[in-house]
């Protein structure tokens, strides 16, 4: 039985391969990673494709599940260039598309990649080296001068300044030709990116298939990284430097990707508006004041890092920064005007430059390019334009590199004739290039593998030891059999790339030897936008919270409506009325309760709408991701997911329960933040927010439901709003009384829902934040928070009325002033200068 067990296991084994590889051909013409071809499976794919047919069709579909729901807990995703909503920040970015099955390269195969890259990176940075100092390729006419100073990525201001275009990161675009060898589309200098989205295909497919990075014996990771991060810290001058990564900000391409970096490697995550130049160094605007910044890892073009000496258009830059570089005083990588060398005109140069400079043949050649700003050149790309590609030579002023080339092939006459005389006219701006033909990889397609072309990117680092290449990368496959160039638009995946070993691969971690770990219990500094953002996310989450609870009153009043019981329809009318007051509801007679419910619940025309504050929080967090955890990122997705409006109109009850739902996330976020936050001040900023929203809101209850000779119901109303039903019950044996009420949800500091709470907590908060000077003055918001919490110790509840409730909030909101203007405020500090000497 066992032996039959073993023959039909096998039996099935093989027909799931001979399902997955049912019609598998290659494309004519070009080389297929997968299959040779005779049609037998290259050697390294064997225990992809045995894993594979080892698993049933369910049991493979919830592997990819699992990869699958790592994207999507994790917020993986990206942007098109152009692709932007100002309205909604969020509403552009795209799931990252995971392909299901990785790249599989052998170590021999890979090991010639590396060096080639290794090679180029060193060529490229050599060049730049050049271009920016003694300038003897343009002298001695080994460069033509226009093919440098026609680029908009030569930076005049640079030259001559020393580390001026100097490369830290290095990428390269690979694709294969039908003969197998591996061939340079394309050099990335400016700030490449793709890293961090390769470590992320990594470890969404190795949730999907932990075994078999065992079994293929697939090379790590973190080994890249950790030297990525060496070779930053090697060239600051202080020995525990402050090392930033410069953003764009949430509109970007790739801004997930930045913040991931930034957290998986701990550099601080900053904005052009956090930094500021002062006495020639670059400073972090914090809540404590100036901190110098000792390396800027940038991700914004070079000619946007200063609008002062390069594009004065910029918003994106440091005004100074190109000042502070001359002065040797901050490290920027790669080097502003790295991007020159990203320019497809010199890659016609790159094979004679090699030999040139390093003496050497290019290990990997790159395309074949003519530059059409010389005649000679020119004259061949005019004579051969059928067979050619034509592509920009330079990025275009605001524009990309990744412009997708024109197969002249594929011209109509018109459109042909048009380009030649643009050629004709203005050949500097234009490369022929030979017309590349993809190498193919599976992609699964129906329950069937097929082949698809791809590109391969491959990362270096430069570091002590010298560049180091990421074991791996990340692919882009194309949709469409017929690619000649995959870029990440519509209708492209991404895969993990495994490089295999044939020894087993030793685990690498990003943690130091235990020798060198240095004890600390602050997390770093906190720049003062983290924390403005920290602060409104708070409110923007308790304003949800407060309009749930109001909808979740005025349907459950509808649901078990008693008309007979005293007060029950004015205490729906103050509730609906607050809705329209802030506005989470539509104004106006005449329409139905239930219907001004529902639309304070999904609506997001509204602004004080559940829907609408969930989705500003969630963009508020969008900005700090680097500082949220995967389970609260989560929540948010969770949030918004409940709170999207129903394609068919819902029930009371229905609005009830999602409203009810929807409370019991928040209170799993509110949880996540007090049990798993460290108390640090991002953590402080997070509850100040939420308190001084909290507080706020309860004053607004109380002055809608609590006034004198109010009915009983509006006081049960304002206790379910509270949250302090059960508490109130547990000390009063007779029905709602006002001041009782009022003392419990106003002045009682034990309960967690009134305002005396909320004051207590914030002044405690306030007092743990950094001070700018040590005067011994208080500052305004502690001077405020104090002047709180002395009112509601002394006030009493028989004495409280609208006017002296109104005072509460007004001093609430006074404090939320206060704190903006101390902590948020983007110009500098005026003791700012003084604290640079201490940072």
Same mark, same amino acid.
């Given at each position: 039985?066992?032996?039959?067990?073993?023959?039909?296991?096998?039996?099935?084994?093989?027909?799931?391969?001979?399902?997955?590889?049912?019609?598998?051909?290659?494309?004519?013409?070009?080389?297929?990673?997968?299959?040779?071809?005779?049609?037998?499976?290259?050697?390294?794919?064997?225990?992809?494709?045995?894993?594979?047919?080892?698993?049933?069709?369910?049991?493979?579909?919830?592997?990819?599940?699992?990869?699958?729901?790592?994207?999507?807990?994790?917020?993986?995703?990206?942007?098109?260039?152009?692709?932007?909503?100002?309205?909604?920040?969020?509403?552009?970015?795209?799931?990252?598309?995971?392909?299901?099955?990785?790249?599989?390269?052998?170590?021999?195969?890979?090991?010639?990649?590396? +060096?080639?890259? #290794?090679?180029?990176?060193?060529? $490229?940075?050599?060049?730049? =080296? &050049?271009?920016?100092?003694?300038?003897? %390729? /343009?002298?001695?006419?080994?460069?033509?001068?226009?093919?440098?100073?026609?680029?908009?990525?030569?930076?005049?201001?640079?030259?001559?300044?020393?580390?001026?275009?100097?490369?830290?990161?290095?990428?390269?675009?690979?694709?294969?030709?039908?003969?197998?060898?591996?061939?340079?589309?394309?050099?990335?200098?400016?700030?490449?990116?793709?890293?961090?989205?390769?470590?992320?295909?990594?470890?969404?497919?190795?949730?999907?298939?932990?075994?078999?990075?065992?079994?293929?014996?697939?090379?790590?990771?973190?080994?890249?990284?950790?030297?990525?991060?060496?070779?930053?810290?090697?060239?600051?001058?202080?020995?525990?430097?402050?090392?930033?990564?410069?953003?764009?900000?949430?509109?970007?391409?790739?801004?997930?990707?930045? +913040?991931?970096? #930034?957290?998986?490697?701990?550099? $601080?995550?900053?904005?052009? =508006? &956090?930094?500021?130049?002062?006495?020639? %160094? /670059?400073?972090?605007?914090?809540?404590?004041?100036?901190?110098?910044?000792?390396?800027?890892?940038?991700?914004?073009?070079?000619?946007?890092?200063?609008?002062?000496?390069?594009?004065?258009?910029?918003?994106?830059?440091?005004?100074?920064?190109?000042?502070?570089?001359?002065?040797?005083?901050?490290?920027?990588?790669?080097?502003?005007?790295?991007?020159?060398?990203?320019?497809?005109?010199?890659?016609?140069?790159?094979?004679?430059?090699?030999?040139?400079?390093?003496?050497?043949?290019?290990?990997?050649?790159?395309?074949?390019?003519?530059?059409?700003?010389?005649?000679?050149?020119?004259?061949?790309?005019?004579?051969?334009?059928?067979?050619?590609?034509?592509?920009?030579?330079?990025?275009?002023?605001?524009?990309?590199?990744?412009?997708?080339?024109?197969?002249?092939?594929?011209?109509?006459?018109?459109?042909?004739?048009?380009?030649?005389?643009?050629?004709?006219?203005?050949?500097?701006?234009?490369?022929?290039?030979?017309?590349?033909?993809?190498?193919?990889?599976?992609?699964?397609?129906?329950?069937?593998?097929?082949?698809?072309?791809?590109?391969?990117?491959?990362?270096?680092?430069?570091?002590?030891?010298?560049?180091?290449?990421?074991?791996?990368?990340?692919?882009?496959?194309?949709?469409?059999?017929?690619?000649?160039?995959?870029?990440?638009?519509?209708?492209?995946?991404?895969?993990?790339?495994?490089?295999?070993?044939?020894?087993?691969?030793?685990?690498?971690?990003?943690?130091?030897?235990?020798?060198?770990?240095?004890?600390?219990?602050?997390?770093?500094?906190?720049?003062?936008?983290?924390?403005?953002?920290?602060?409104?996310?708070?409110?923007?989450?308790?304003?949800?919270?407060?309009?749930?609870?109001?909808?979740?009153?005025?349907?459950?009043?509808?649901?078990?409506?008693?008309?007979?019981?005293?007060?029950?329809?004015?205490?729906?009318?103050?509730?609906?009325?607050?809705?329209?007051?802030?506005?989470?509801?539509?104004?106006?007679?005449?329409?139905?309760?239930?219907?001004?419910?529902?639309?304070?619940?999904?609506?997001?025309?509204?602004?004080?709408?559940?829907?609408?504050?969930?989705?500003?929080?969630?963009?508020?967090?969008?900005?700090?991701?680097?500082?949220?955890?995967?389970?609260?990122?989560?929540?948010?997705?969770?949030?918004?997911?409940?709170?999207?409006?129903?394609?068919?109109?819902?029930?009371?009850?229905?609005?009830?329960?999602?409203?009810?739902?929807?409370?019991?996330?928040?209170?799993?976020?509110?949880?996540?933040?007090?049990?798993?936050?460290?108390?640090?001040?991002?953590?402080?900023?997070?509850?100040?927010?939420?308190?001084?929203?909290?507080?706020?809101?309860?004053?607004?209850?109380?002055?809608?439901?609590?006034?004198?000779?109010?009915?009983?119901?509006?006081?049960?109303?304002?206790?379910?709003?509270?949250?302090?039903?059960?508490?109130?019950?547990?000390?009063?044996?007779?029905?709602?009384?006002?001041?009782?009420?009022?003392?419990?949800?106003?002045?009682?500091?034990?309960?967690?829902?009134?305002?005396?709470?909320?004051?207590?907590?914030?002044?405690?908060?306030?007092?743990?934040?950094?001070?700018?000077?040590?005067?011994?003055?208080?500052?305004?918001?502690?001077?405020?928070?104090?002047?709180?919490?002395?009112?509601?110790?002394?006030?009493?509840?028989?004495?409280?009325?609208?006017?002296?409730?109104?005072?509460?909030?007004?001093?609430?909101?006074?404090?939320?002033?206060?704190?903006?203007?101390?902590?948020?405020?983007?110009?500098?500090?005026?003791?700012?200068?003084?604290?640079?000497?201490?940072?």
């Amino acid at each position: 039985m066992a032996l039959h067990g073993r023959l039909n296991s096998a039996r099935t084994r093989g027909e799931r391969r001979n399902a997955l590889l049912a019609g598998y051909r290659p494309l004519p013409g070009a080389y297929d990673e997968l299959m040779a071809p005779d049609g037998t499976v290259r050697p390294q794919w064997e225990p992809f494709l045995a894993e594979w047919s080892g698993l049933s069709a369910d049991e493979l579909q919830r592997r990819f599940g699992l990869a699958d729901r790592h994207v999507r807990d994790t917020g993986v995703s990206y942007r098109v260039h152009g692709d932007v909503d100002a309205n909604d920040p969020l509403a552009g970015e795209r799931a990252w598309p995971l392909n299901h099955a990785p790249l599989v390269i052998t170590g021999a195969e890979w090991q010639v990649i590396a +060096a080639g890259v #290794a090679q180029r990176a060193q060529l $490229l940075n050599a060049v730049l =080296g &050049d271009i920016y100092g003694p300038g003897r %390729l /343009v002298r001695e006419g080994a460069l033509p001068a226009a093919a440098i100073t026609g680029s908009p990525d030569y930076l005049r201001p640079l030259q001559g300044t020393n580390g001026a275009g100097q490369l830290q990161t290095y990428a390269a675009d690979l694709g294969r030709g039908p003969d197998g060898r591996w061939w340079i589309l394309g050099d990335k200098t400016q700030a490449p990116s793709g890293a961090g989205y390769a470590l992320e295909n990594r470890l969404a497919l190795g949730r999907a298939f932990p075994d078999l990075f065992r079994t293929m014996n697939v090379e790590r990771l973190a080994a890249f990284f950790q030297s990525f991060r060496t070779g930053l810290v090697a060239r600051a001058r202080r020995v525990e430097p402050r090392i930033c990564l410069l953003t764009p900000g949430q509109l970007n391409e790739s801004y997930f990707e930045q +913040a991931y970096l #930034a957290r998986y490697l701990g550099f $601080l995550l900053v904005e052009g =508006g &956090d930094l500021v130049m002062r006495d020639g %160094l /670059v400073h972090v605007r914090t809540i404590a004041g100036f901190k110098r910044a000792d390396v800027i890892w940038r991700r914004i073009d070079g000619d946007f890092a200063d609008p002062l000496e390069l594009n004065a258009a910029s918003a994106l830059g440091v005004p100074g920064l190109v000042e502070a570089i001359r002065q040797d005083n901050v490290v920027v990588a790669n080097g502003l005007g790295s991007g020159v060398v990203e320019s497809r005109a010199l890659m016609s140069f790159m094979p004679a430059l090699a030999r040139d400079i390093l003496g050497e043949e290019l290990i990997l050649p790159n395309i074949a390019t003519w530059w059409c700003g010389q005649p000679h050149e020119r004259r061949i790309v005019l004579d051969r334009l059928d067979e050619m590609s034509i592509a920009p030579a330079f990025r275009a002023n605001g524009g990309s590199l990744d412009d997708q080339p024109v197969l002249v092939a594929d011209l109509d006459r018109t459109a042909r004739e048009r380009l030649r005389a643009a050629i004709e006219q203005r050949g500097l701006d234009h490369v022929g290039q030979e017309v590349v033909r993809l190498s193919t990889m599976p992609v699964l397609h129906d329950g069937r593998l097929e082949p698809r072309p791809m590109t391969l990117r491959v990362f270096a680092a430069a570091t002590p030891e010298g560049w180091q290449v990421m074991p791996g990368g990340f692919c882009r496959i194309s949709d469409e059999t017929d690619a000649r160039a995959v870029t990440m638009r519509s209708g492209v995946r991404s895969s993990d790339v495994w490089v295999t070993s044939d020894q087993p691969v030793e685990p690498v971690t990003l943690l130091p030897s235990p020798d060198k770990i240095a004890i600390r219990r602050i997390v770093g500094i906190l720049p003062s936008r983290a924390a403005d953002n920290l602060f409104w996310l708070g409110r923007y989450l308790e304003r949800t919270e407060a309009t749930l609870r109001l909808v979740r009153a005025v349907l459950g009043r509808l649901i078990n409506a008693d008309d007979q019981a005293p007060g029950h329809a004015e205490t729906i009318k103050r509730l609906v009325n607050l809705l329209v007051a802030w506005g989470a509801a539509p104004a106006g007679r005449g329409k139905a309760i239930a219907s001004q419910a529902t639309s304070a619940l999904f609506g997001l025309e509204e602004y004080g709408a559940a829907a609408a504050s969930i989705r500003e929080a969630r963009r508020t967090a969008s900005v700090i991701r680097e500082r949220l955890s995967v389970d609260a990122w989560r929540l948010f997705g969770d949030l918004q997911r409940q709170l999207t409006a129903p394609r068919k109109p819902v029930s009371e009850g229905e609005a009830f329960e999602v409203a009810d739902s929807a409370l019991k996330s928040l209170a799993a976020f509110s949880g996540l933040s007090q049990e798993n936050m460290v108390r640090g001040a991002g953590w402080r900023f997070l509850d100040i927010g939420r308190r001084l929203e909290r507080g706020v809101t309860t004053c607004r209850y109380a002055r809608h439901f609590a006034e004198s000779g109010t009915p009983g119901n509006c006081l049960d109303a304002l206790l379910d709003l509270t949250d302090s039903q059960i508490t109130y019950r547990s000390r009063y044996q007779l029905g709602a009384a006002l001041q009782p009420v009022l003392d419990l949800v106003m002045l009682d500091p034990y309960n967690p829902r009134s305002v005396a709470f909320q004051v207590e907590r914030l002044d405690q908060e306030i007092a743990a934040l950094p001070t700018l000077s040590d005067d011994g003055m208080l500052e305004e918001p502690r001077r405020l928070a104090l002047r709180l919490a002395a009112e509601c110790r002394t006030a009493e509840a028989s004495r409280l009325d609208r006017a002296s409730i109104l005072l509460f909030e007004q001093l609430l909101m006074g404090l939320s002033n206060a704190v903006a203007d101390r902590y948020f405020l983007q110009n500098a500090h005026p003791e700012g200068s003084r604290m640079t000497q201490l940072a």
